[in-house]
């Protein structure tokens, strides 16, 4: 469903993303860890299509995001870390809005469960201004999910929310993905991508340092077997970051 | 000032000043800075080059139209200002100053000498326009302009904390403002009632040709004189003719400003958490919209305004974006300010006519009185009304990931500015042409004047609109975004460069459908064998207004590509 290949972004002399290849099929839910700075927004955004690529191709289901973008942004929905919300709209006209937009002819239908789903529904007449952090992040969410897209791109999706909203949050992202969308899924929560991710990306500026799923990444590394995550994480940052320093030197 | 004020002050406004010098390794800024220095240099050291406002510093009537501009600007920053007050914190700023152990009239201070980066870049501007408008060194004029802006600043402020204080105490906050309230509402009806009683003398001497004549005689006579005795000493220094005139004029000018200081650095308005408030509301606006509220946005849950028309699930996507925007612009509007317009407007046609006693010189005076915002929503339109890719470009990220081609987003955003406009201008020329009707002098034939605008008004709305949006694309570090434009009177500069930089591009795209339209007329006249008449040009609108969209269709094309690669680092949320 979510096919990079050679991806590349730099900006002048600084490259965010670098040679990045990886595909996330129906179903799959790929975490997207690293450090700050490690380029895992601007991979999501390059995915989306809002950030162009410097080298390398991007397809979300048959289309290529450079060569046919508004098919390619069809089938997919991006959440940002931040809630993009307008402020004048109220949350049931943000719906009805980005219905329209992607062009889901029976979004009034939709719209009641999805609120019901996202704890919105007697929220449903009011402005953003009049929403707590977390029913903000829930309305964004509401909005990437409303077309039901075939690729979900997550950045940081629970930021903001209370313990039970997340826990909402994660069965949502679960069953998303039991219907068949390839997620992928960004966070520095560790456990989060543990629980939800089938498989891994481990970034270091903007490389990747470790694909797979959890087994197979300590597979490599037999030193960190039986290792919490959070260990084999950061086992793997310090290695990259000793690689680098050699690299550098030499 | 506080030393930490001072530094605060300094290190902001010195790396405010490198990142704009940054800015111009991109060729695109540099060839701008180049373009607009080479034109305003030759404004101001090529006598021959003409300038708007060159000369309107020598005459009687520049000096009654300024006075009359800066009593206007003053008082209806009493009448129809907001409840907050004018000094703009940051949240940074409220964060880290309001618990810090300074005073209010630190913190005031630091504001008033915040905004004077600003002035002084206004008083640049007018420097460059007003050009040789009279015998006085460019210095002397610069001093004199500084005096003005300074002034009028300050007076804003304190008009805005006066304001705030009534407003947060009630009754008991009117009663300890009553001084400035009373003097304030005393004189807006005096000089209103005044104004209104010699409107039709008035007119009748500009269609004489003797306007100015009649208009310097109104305000000659008392108690205009009196009440704009401030103001005319306020704005005397840029009319002095000698050295000697402006040292005896400057110094009352000046002593107007020192006075203005004290008043409002040792204010005793408890301001903080009103600005607190609302430096939270634009963070919040900034961090969750990227900048889609509007300053006069002050909406309370519940009070929701339904929309105009009902937004079809299926149908073109870019129906919704213009759908969201004429959402947000009629939900921020202000009916306070409705209701003040159209109660000002019955008293000023009950007073008109009581004075002339007949209804076509009443519709007469009606139809100048529409004409005036007519034009000016022609000229600023686009400047005050910017629910477009102003606001929403600081949501560049959402709306990049939407699945719709970047020229379709940029027209569907120009569309929606120039549909409200459109609409407001359209009630104006309805109400204009209806008063018309009873006008048995009016000036032009009524039908073809009519038929012309409905055509022309919405081709000038959508190229100046484009011209507005292109700026803030090519330009994002340069256009102000998302909060509205530059506000305030010591801004005033900023906003009159903008104007004028963007009538001179709407201008030049205005040439190619001109010449069209002049031609067909021509041609029309000349196959019906008729002289050129209004209704030639009725023909010829469409004709011309259809080469304006096609020059229109080719730039949006462009822009849609620009927007599909504007970097995002270029996009800053206002500070």
Avoid at chain 2, 60 to 69: E, K, N, P, V
């Amino acid at each position: 469903m979510i096919d990079v290949e050679g991806l590349t972004k730099t900006y002048g002399d600084f490259e965010a993303v670098r040679g990045l290849s990886f595909t996330v099929a129906p179903g799959e839910v790929l975490g997207l860890v690293g450090p700050n700075g490690a380029g895992k927004t601007t991979t999501l955004r390059s995915i989306a299509g809002i950030i162009v690529p410097t080298s390398g191709t991007v397809h979300v289901g048959d289309y290529d995001v450079a060569k046919a973008p508004e098919r390619a942004k069809a089938l997919l929905a991006f959440i940002p870390d931040e809630p993009q919300l307008f402020e004048h709209l109220t949350v049931e006209e943000h719906l009805r809005f980005i219905g329209r937009l992607y062009g889901v002819s029976d979004a009034p239908a939709r719209i009641e469960p999805l609120l019901v789903e996202m704890e919105l529904l007697d929220k449903r007449g009011s402005l953003p201004v009049a929403l707590s952090r977390g029913m903000r992040q829930k309305l964004a969410i509401a909005c990437g999910l409303l077309h039901s897209p075939m690729a979900l791109l997550l950045d940081e999706p629970l930021t903001g929310l209370d313990p039970a909203g997340m826990r909402r949050m994660k069965s949502t992202i679960a069953a998303r993905a039991r219907a068949g969308a390839a997620v992928v899924l960004s966070s520095h929560l560790l456990h989060l991508v543990e629980e939800l991710c089938t498989r891994l990306l481990v970034m270091q500026r903007g490389r990747v340092i470790a694909l797979g799923t959890i087994a197979e990444i300590v597979a490599e590394r037999p030193d960190l077997a039986g290792r919490a995550l959070e260990d084999v994480f950061l086992a793997l940052i310090e290695e990259g970051e000793r690689n680098d320093g050699a690299r550098a030197s030499a | 000032m506080n030393d930490a004020l001072r530094y605060l002050l300094w290190r902001s406004a010195r790396n405010r000043l490198r990142g704009q010098v940054a800015r111009l390794k991109r060729p695109r800024y540099l060839l701008a800075v180049l373009a607009g220095a080479l034109y305003f240099g030759a404004l101001l050291f090529n006598s021959r080059m003409p300038s708007p406002l060159a000369g309107s510093t020598s005459t009687a009537l520049g000096q009654l139209i300024y006075t009359t501009i800066i009593f206007f600007t003053i008082a209806s920053g009493w009448v129809l200002g907001s409840d907050r007050p004018a000094l703009v914190f940051s949240e940074a700023e409220v964060q880290l100053l309001f618990p810090a152990p300074l005073t209010r009239a630190a913190l005031v201070r630091y504001k008033v000498a915040q905004a004077q980066m600003v002035v002084l870049f206004s008083v640049l501007v007018w420097v460059v326009l007003l050009r040789r408008g009279g015998t006085l060194p460019f210095w002397m004029r610069a001093i004199s302009l500084w005096i003005i802006l300074s002034t009028m600043y300050l007076h804003r402020v304190g008009a805005s904390l006066v304001r705030t204080s009534a407003a947060s105490h009630g009754s008991r906050g009117v009663r300890r403002n009553l001084i400035p309230i009373t003097i304030v509402a005393t004189v807006v009806v005096i000089v209103g009632w005044t104004v209104v009683r010699a409107i039709p003398g008035v007119r009748s001497a500009i269609l004489a040709g003797e306007g100015g004549a009649a208009l310097a005689s109104l305000a000659s006579s008392q108690p205009l004189a009196t009440i704009l005795f401030p103001f005319h000493l306020l704005i005397a220094p840029l009319f002095a003719d000698s050295w000697k005139h402006w040292l005896f004029a400057i110094l009352p000018a000046f002593a107007l400003m020192a006075a203005h200081y004290p008043w409002v650095t040792h204010t005793d308005a408890a301001f903080e958490e009103a600005v607190a408030e609302a430096a939270a509301k634009r963070a919040r606006a900034i961090a969750d919209t990227r900048g889609t509220r509007g300053r006069r946005a002050l909406i309370a849950d519940g009070a929701v305004r339904r929309p105009w028309f009902p937004l079809e699930p299926t149908g073109h996507p870019g129906i919704a974006i213009l759908w969201k925007n004429v959402l947000a612009y009629t939900r921020a509007l202000r009916l306070r300010t409705f209701v003040i317009m159209v109660c000002a407007a019955g008293v000023v046609g009950s007073a008109v006519y009581s004075e002339v006693g007949n209804m076509s010189e009443l519709a007469s005076i009606g139809e100048t009185l529409c004409a005036i915002p007519l034009v000016m929503l022609i000229v600023l339109g686009p400047g005050f009304v910017r629910t477009d890719l102003r606001q929403d470009l600081l949501q560049l990220d959402q709306l990049r990931s939407y699945p719709l081609r970047g020229s379709a987003i940029v027209a569907a955003e120009i569309a929606s500015t120039a549909a409200i406009l459109t609409a407001m201008q359209y009630l104006l020329l309805a109400l204009a042409a209806f008063l018309a009707s009873f006008d048995v002098r009016a000036p032009v034939p009524l039908a073809p004047a009519v038929l012309i605008a409905l055509v022309v008004l919405p081709t000038l709305n959508a190229i100046s609109l484009t011209v507005a949006n292109g700026s803030a694309l090519l330009f994002p570090g340069w256009v102000r975004l998302g909060d509205g434009r530059t506000a305030g009177i010591e801004a005033m500069g900023q906003n009159v460069l903008a104007i004028f930089v963007s009538l001179i591009v709407t201008f030049v795209a205005l040439l190619l459908p001109l010449i069209v339209a002049v031609l067909i007329a021509s041609g029309v006249s000349a196959a019906a064998s008729r002289t050129l008449d209004a209704w030639a040009f009725v023909a010829a609108a469409p004709g011309g207004a259809l080469v304006a969209f096609g020059e229109l269709w080719l730039v949006i094309r462009w822009l849609g590509r620009v927007f599909a690669r504007t970097d995002l680092a270029q996009i800053e949320p206002p500070a």
